[in-house]
């Protein structure tokens, strides 16, 4: 929303030589999106203030500007039109172009010069990411304040959360070129913000190269960064850091941190439920439970086991319910044993990641036709997976509701009637064993319920008799004395 | 020449090439019904006479015929036809799809077909084809009537040819015709002072008077009705001949339909001088048939073996049969279907009393057909999946039971005595141990994917059929299977709502006058305008007692009814809460004596909960306060800015005053939002305020006005405490302008003192107007209100001038759509329909909410 500069250079007047902008009158600058308004709120020779205000039209930003043209947003109310965003980076590049390239017709010298300089943003969102702020601007040499703003004290009667806002009002001070300061806000404002505008494409890569190419490349947060700023384009990342960076061994290894910090973005949990793409929230979901399971590689050991198990159990022709984004289809992708392959998941995203991963697209012809992915919901019967070897179930009935669970045992152990059924669901005595977990709190913000396995075996033993199924049960990663394996598993076989 | 064909079945032209089989066709046959071989080899290659293209083009003419059959249309096959061979693929398809095979053989004689060929330049493919088709046929003319054709004729000449005329005639099994009101009686096995009861009680008086050959039937039946014998009319109990006496009159009078039984027919092959066993109660028949005298037998023969294996009726609402009826049966006559009426399907396999065990072709019965039947004994005629057996083992002491239709009633009276002990109990076997539930909502625990992935189309009594496209069925199944209630209680989700059209006046972008005109141009009338809550959407399923939720519901969670919102999900979500809401709700219903004058042990009640801030307070947070946050911190610092500028000397006014009353729009928008936000403490602090009963037990609520809702709803307001909340309201006669300004007066004061604003409804609950259906509700929302909508700014005449302009008439089609699928959900569930039939509407309302996503991959 608006950005001001400061500086105590001697004289300070000179700052509107700097920026190129008059102290003497208000200057207004169209911009596609509003307008901004510039003007010296302060002028002195010990002290002067440029402020910019942005004025943004906030019904062309769902309506479009002109006739059938179709808006940026679909909801009225947002806070894009008051908060320092990509938007504030596109003003001060189109209206303060020189000062951002550091030149300066009238005192080239000063626009080359560090001096020393103040900025302060607002509101700037943050979204409960305070740290980041200091761990963007503080390497840069700056001294960083952040003053919170409420959000709405007057409603905390409510419940916790009120006080504070996603938004800071940023201070930065520092002795700086003024070119530095204002490609460092241009870059990082967006990076903050987590949000852009408009669609990022390649060139998006060129402008964050030529932005950052004096201080990017030695920031210790330089893929937090790009990523961001490519919004999470990864090859583009790698792209940028290699470009920037001083040898190719620093890129490479920058890279591959990327591609192990990424596991945490994209879930590659195989539930019933959405997974990642473009839904953050889940992702994020997704990512507490890997957080947690990570230290012991407890997802891998899940799917190698379930693996492992289809495989002794002689399956052919085997269906992976709550397939997710295809990790375990990727698995017995790989063992000629399975004739085919069938991944069903009830959400469209995880199927498209699916989909990617598994490279569907382009799968020689041989490949392609073992495997097919579907969507489906569990609670439903479903007459494309009957007659099938074996089903998988890794992780999937924890995300029914409890009273849902009567009729996906029948959809699956009446209709689709495979030889063997595999399920796996956490085993919550063990959740004691996890650090960071409260008691009583579930891996996973979607699980409707986790097993003891005690409550484990209480409702598979009766499922297997009532539907002419053997039960066996079993654990899943190092076993504890006291609260036993992590991850717990059945193997239904049908009687006859 | 006069020939009767049925006026379903599959015909077969048999003739040589240039024997006249289209000429023939054309004459005797629509075009649509015509397949013929060389029209499908010009279809696959350009060519008719190609003769590389006649394995492809056989291909065509076989699905084509196929696709007929299945449903239910004649076809005629112009092709030679002339070897054996090619007419056993015609008739395996005919019997496939239990069409009759009919032939007719075309043969004027092989010169007349050469002449013909010869005649025609594309036919030049020489005599030896004529000769090889008149050899092949002569081979084997003589025994074409063993090859499983129904008819044959020949025609030998081309006068015979030309002589023919044919003539349709109705299958025996489609009554369509026959329409109701009938009394449709279940198996009576000899129980003839049962049966008279049961006559007694349905309105009938049937008498039997005089001994022997004098022994008669006198009837007298209610004004209009018939009775259908659904079969097995003896054997086992203590008078067969008398039942077959008055089942036979009565069918004889016309006062009465009749279907056959398998013990029905067992007995006719018995009379026939058939070598069967006296078993299963056919040796007391005999006995009793014995002491009749000879012709009544030689009556009963003839009377069974008239009878057809089902009756299809009124215009194929209704189908009985004795053992059942699988849907593609109906109305179509084979062996197959014979032997299916007469005995069911079993697996093969024995139970633990040496009996068969049957197929339960019912549970996967989908047909538009409501198909009443007997054969299998149970304990209480119950429907499963619209169909509904009634035999429930009179003769084995339990009762005798007749459907009235189309009242769906069902009368019993209990058997005299036990007649036979029953060889294995006759009780449903349960599907989930331990859990009493009826046969249809044991069905209902698990619905089928295929009921609602894909594009479906869904046919409304409100008379709209509503499409929705197959990437919006994918986006609900997500939603619906992650996130929505239990199904059960999902039996109906309300239409989104439209707003007015956008007012002109200065500073508002809605005002009442807009609703008032919209409802007066279509004609309703007068209007209820009713307060409008800002909470969230509410639907409460409130069931009597436990009880009520598992007879009517099939609930068996301890669940007392439901709360959810227009998305399908718990509204609470704990139980806890969700019991205790429902209590309240319940206490209010129970202090006006709703039950009883409703004669329901549940309802539908479709309501307002607040506050706003229970429901959506994270999106209140996260959007709402964020945003106000946002602007105030911003607009607030740009004032002070500016306002330092103007001390210094800049020309600021005009921009200090724009941001200044930007700034006063954020203050009065985080105020607008504030008001509907409080705290809740306990169950007191919510406000359940309901406008519409939708639906009671065999009702739905939506053929009573608005003025009826309020009022009904008024009373158990009233009673239900705190937690319940009581909707204003006034009806406002359109005509007259000091009502409308009343209602607007009203409209203003209430938003002005911080009212979301109102909803206008048309008086009747849908109203058609001149141009379709009326919108069931406009809401007109107050200014204040409308900043949590449109922004903090939205009122500043240059935005407001833009917001103006805003299409309504995607929302409105939305809403039309909605709204006749809710009620269709309803009506289905009221009509005791199988829940995939409810839950199709309310899928495809949840579908049409949703953002479509891409279903393949």
């Known amino acids: 929303m608006l950005l001001t500069l400061t500086t105590t250079h001697q004289p300070a007047t000179d700052l509107g030589f700097l920026l190129h902008k008059n102290p003497g009158r208000v200057h207004e600058a169209p911009l596609s999106f509003g307008r901004a308004v510039l003007f010296y709120p302060e002028l002195s020779e010990s002290r002067s203030t440029f402020a910019m205000l942005l004025d943004i039209d906030p019904v062309a930003l769902v309506r479009g500007k002109g006739r059938g043209s179709q808006g940026l947003f679909d909801q009225y109310v947002s806070d894009r039109p008051y908060v320092a965003s990509s938007f504030l980076s596109v003003a001060i590049a189109k209206t303060l172009r020189n000062a951002l390239n550091g030149s300066s017709k009238e005192r080239p010298d000063l626009a080359a010069k560090a001096i020393p300089l103040s900025a302060r943003v607002l509101p700037l969102p943050v979204r409960g990411a305070e740290d980041l702020v200091e761990r963007l601007f503080k390497p840069l040499g700056y001294n960083v304040e952040i003053e919170s703003i409420p959000l709405d004290a007057k409603l905390s009667y409510l419940g916790d959360g009120w006080d504070v806002s996603p938004y800071v009002c940023l201070n930065l001070s520092g002795t700086v070129k003024l070119s530095e300061l204002l490609s460092h806000l241009y870059v990082l404002i967006p990076v903050l913000d987590k949000q852009k505008h408009y669609f990022v494409d390649r060139n998006e890569l060129e402008k964050l190269v030529a932005k950052g190419e004096s201080w990017l490349g030695g920031h210790p947060e330089k893929e937090l960064i790009a990523n961001r700023y490519l919004r999470f384009k990864r090859s583009w990342t790698r792209e940028v850091l290699a470009r920037l960076a001083f040898d190719e061994a620093i890129a490479e290894e920058a890279a591959s941190e990327l591609s192990v910090s990424s596991s945490g973005y994209g879930s590659g949990e195989g539930h019933a439920g959405g997974e990642d793409t473009g839904e953050p929230r889940e992702a994020r979901k997704d990512a507490a439970e890997e957080a947690l399971e ?175 199924y053997q039960v066996e049960l079993s654990g899943i990663g190092d076993s504890d004395e006291e609260f036993g394996a992590p991850s717990q598993m059945a193997v239904f076989a049908r009687v006859g | 020449m006069k020939i009767t064909i049925p006026e379903f079945c599959l015909v077969a032209l048999v003739g040589a090439s240039g024997s006249g089989k289209s000429t023939f066709a054309r004459k005797h046959f629509l075009p649509t019904e015509i397949v013929s071989s060389d029209a499908c080899r010009g279809v696959v290659s350009d060519d008719e006479n190609d003769l590389d293209a006649t394995d492809d083009a056989f291909k065509l003419v076989h699905y084509i015929a196929e696709t007929r059959l299945r449903r239910r249309k004649l076809v005629v096959i112009d092709a030679t036809n002339v070897r054996k061979e090619d007419r056993a693929r015609l008739i395996q398809l005919a019997k496939a799809h239990h069409a009759l095979a009919v032939a007719f053989v075309v043969n004027p004689g092989e010169d007349i077909c050469h002449e013909r060929n010869r005649e025609r330049p594309d036919r030049q493919f020489g005599a030896h084809v004529v000769r090889n088709h008149t050899r092949a046929l002569k081979r084997d003319i003589k025994r074409i009537d ?140 005999v006995s009793q048939l014995d002491r009749e005298p000879p012709e009544f037998k030689q009556t009963v023969k003839k009377f069974i073996d008239g009878l057809v294996s089902h009756a299809w009726l009124e215009g194929g609402r209704l189908a009985i049969a004795h053992a059942g009826i699988k849907e593609p049966m109906l109305g179509r006559a084979s062996g197959a279907i014979r032997e299916f009426c007469l005995y069911g399907e079993t697996s093969g396999e024995t139970d633990e009393f040496g009996l068969p065990i049957r197929y339960n072709w019912a549970a996967e019965y989908r047909g538009k057909t409501t198909v009443v039947y007997g054969h299998t004994p149970v304990p209480e005629a119950e429907w499963l999946n619209n169909t509904l057996c009634v035999d429930t083992g009179c003769v084995f002491g339990g009762k005798l039971t007749a459907l009235r239709w189309p009242e769906k009633e069902i009368v019993s009276v209990e058997a005299a ?45 409100m008379g709209r059929t509503v499409q929705v496209p197959e990437a919006n069925a994918a986006a609900a199944l997500e939603v619906m299977s992650r996130f929505a209630i239990q199904p059960k209680w999902l039996i109906h989700l309300p239409p989104t709502m439209s707003p007015c059209e956008t007012s002109t006046r200065e500073g508002f972008l809605e005002h009442p006058d807009e609703a008032f005109a919209y409802f007066d141009k279509e004609g309703a009338g007068r209007v209820v305008v009713e307060e409008k809550h800002m909470g969230s959407r509410a639907l409460a399923v409130v069931c009597r007692e436990e009880d009520a939720a598992r007879r009517r519901f099939g609930v068996t969670s301890g669940e007392t009814g439901a709360l959810f919102t227009r998305t399908g999900r718990s509204f609470f979500n704990d139980a806890v809460t969700t019991e205790a809401m429902l209590e309240r709700i319940r206490a209010g219903m129970d202090a006006c004596d709703f039950w009883s004058r409703f004669d329901t042990d549940w309802a539908l009640l479709d309501a307002e909960l607040m506050p706003w801030s229970a429901k959506a307070q994270g999106l209140i947070k996260e959007q709402y306060a964020a945003t106000g946050a946002a602007a105030n911190a911003g607009l607030g610092e740009a004032v002070s800015l500016l306002e330092k500028a103007g001390h210094g000397g800049l020309d600021t006014a005009e921009l200090l005053a724009d941001f200044a009353s930007r700034k006063a729009r954020a203050d009065q928008y985080v105020d607008a939002y504030r008001r509907y936000c409080w705290p809740v403490t306990s169950l007191d602090d919510y406000k359940f305020a309901p406008f519409h009963l939708l639906a009671t037990e065999g009702k739905v609520h939506m053929d009573r006005d608005h003025l009826w809702h309020m009022q009904e709803l008024g009373l158990i307001a009233a009673e239900g405490g705190p937690s319940l909340m009581a909707t204003t309201y006034r009806v406002v006669d359109l005509s007259s302008e000091a009502e409308r300004l009343v209602a607007t007066e009203w409209w203003l004061q209430q938003t002005a003192n911080g009212g979301e604003g109102m909803v206008i409804k048309p008086f009747d609950f849908s109203v058609r107007g001149a141009r379709g259906m009326v919108q069931p509700a406009l809401k007109v929302r107050g200014s204040e209100y409308l900043r949590i909508i449109y922004g903090p700014e939205y009122d500043l005449e240059g935005n407001l001038a833009r917001l103006r302009k805003r299409g309504l008439g995607l929302k409105r089609s939305l809403a039309m759509r909605e709204f006749a699928l809710g009620q269709e959900a309803l009506l289905r569930f009221v009509a005791r329909e199988p829940l995939r039939r409810v839950h199709e509407c309310v899928f495809a309302i949840l579908a049409l909410e949703c953002e479509p996503v891409d279903p393949r991959l």
């Open chain 1, 294 to 468: 990570r230290p012991i590689r407890l997802h891998e050991l899940r799917l190698e086991t379930v693996a492992e198990k289809l495989k002794e159990l002689g399956a052919r022709r085997v269906v992976d319910l709550g397939c997710g984004s295809g990790k375990l289809l990727k698995r017995l992708l790989a063992e000629m044993q399975f004739s085919e392959i069938v991944g069903i998941d009830v959400s469209s995203g995880s199927l498209e990641n699916a989909a990617r991963r598994l490279r569907l697209d382009t799968m020689p012809g041989k490949q392609r036709a073992r495997i097919r992915i579907l969507q489906g919901a569990l609670t439903y019967r479903d007459r494309r997976i009957e007659g099938y070897d074996a089903a998988a179930l890794v992780e999937v009935i924890e995300h029914l509701d409890s009273d849902r669970l009567s009729a996906l045992e029948r959809a699956l152990f009446e209709f689709a009637r495979p030889e063997h059924v595999i399920v796996t669901t956490p085993n919550r005595e063990y959740n004691a064993k996890f650090e960071g977990m409260a008691p009583g709190q579930l891996r996973h913000a979607d699980h409707r319920f986790e097993w003891t396995r005690q409550e484990f075996a209480k409702w598979a033993e009766p499922v297997a008799e009532r539907f002419g």
């Open chain 2, 146 to 285: 063993k090859e499983g054709f129904r008819y044959v004729h020949e025609f030998r000449s081309v006068e015979a040819i030309e002589a023919v005329e044919i003539e349709r005639t109705r299958l025996w099994t489609d009554r369509r015709d026959e329409i109701g009101p009938f009394d449709i009686i279940g198996d009576v096995h000899g129980c003839r002072d049962e049966l008279l009861g049961l006559f007694g009680k349905l309105g009938y008086s049937v008498r039997l008077e005089g001994e022997g050959l004098d022994r008669r039937v006198v009837a007298e039946v209610p004004e209009g009705r018939r009775v259908i014998f659904v079969g097995d009319l003896v054997d086992r109990g203590p008078a067969s001949p008398d039942v077959l006496r008055i089942a036979m009159h009565m069918v004889e009078q016309g006062q009465a339909l009749c279907v056959p039984g398998n013990h029905d027919v067992k007995l006719l092959r018995y009379l026939n001088g058939r070598n069967v066993k006296l078993n299963h109660g056919l040796d007391a028949t």
């Open chain 2, 417 to 461: 005595q036990v007649y036979m002990a029953p060889i294995r109990p006759f009780a449903h076997p349960p599907t989930r141990p331990g859990v009493v539930l009826s046969q249809q909502a044991m069905h209902d625990d698990l619905l089928d994917l295929d009921d609602v992935i894909g594009k479906r189309i869904v046919t409304t009594a």
